[in-house]
């Protein structure tokens, strides 16, 4: 009886460490993802002539580069929204949603696209093709540019801390302060996000781009 007793209880914890070591790793593998970087790419150091974007006259114009099937980039579209809510009139933004070659028209217009149409100041705009994030450079969702009123490239980066998560972090403080005419920050950030050429997983049924 003891015998039995005995080898029931070190299966018990047995299973139990095994259950501990299998959380710890899933939490790895979660901690991993939130936290690798996505290809910053190397946007034009002036505002490309090739571009079919105007900057606005006079203002420092921000673009931002997403994938409408990204999750990680609804934290992107958060952070923006207060982005312009403290810069109010001091910045025009643009946010444009990849739509891949062959995708019918308006398959771009998610949930992300409403989120960013909604802010004040911000256009929301169709990249078919990705034919304008190829001009910038730009091969991650949530990668944002920011050109002076001269056409000046004065940042590059995300202003997320990792990948789906807002609060405060050194891309959108770095972005502020120069729109605040303060030049202290790093004019470079990490980005945070998917792919944003990566057609074969947008195919898939929901389209979503992330793969943990």
Request: proline share 7%; hydrophobic share 40%; charged share 20%.
């Amino acid at each position: 009886m003891n015998l039995v007793k005995l080898s029931n209880k070190l299966l018990v914890t047995a299973s139990v460490a095994l259950w501990l070591v299998a959380i710890g790793a899933g939490l790895g593998i979660i901690w991993n993802y939130q936290n690798s970087p996505g290809a910053e790419g190397t946007p034009p150091t002036e505002w490309p002539t090739s571009s079919q974007l105007q900057p606005v006259v006079g203002r420092p114009t921000l673009v931002m580069f997403a994938h409408p099937k990204c999750p990680c980039s609804r934290a992107s579209i958060g952070e923006l929204e207060r982005l312009v809510s403290k810069c109010q009139g001091r910045v025009a933004v643009y946010v444009l949603f990849l739509r891949p070659q062959g995708f019918a028209e308006g398959w771009e217009r998610t949930d992300l696209w409403e989120s960013a149409a909604r802010i004040p100041d911000v256009t929301a705009i169709s990249d078919p093709g990705g034919v304008e994030a190829k001009r910038f450079n730009s091969e991650t969702s949530g990668m944002s540019v920011l050109y002076d009123a001269a056409r000046h490239l004065i940042f590059a980066g995300g202003i997320t801390a990792s990948r789906g998560h807002a609060g405060d972090n050194e891309g959108l403080r770095a972005v502020v302060d120069l729109l605040s005419g303060e030049v202290n920050s790093e004019p470079r950030s990490t980005v945070y996000g998917c792919p944003l050429f990566n057609e074969r997983a947008a195919s898939k049924p929901g389209g979503e781009v992330c793969s943990k």
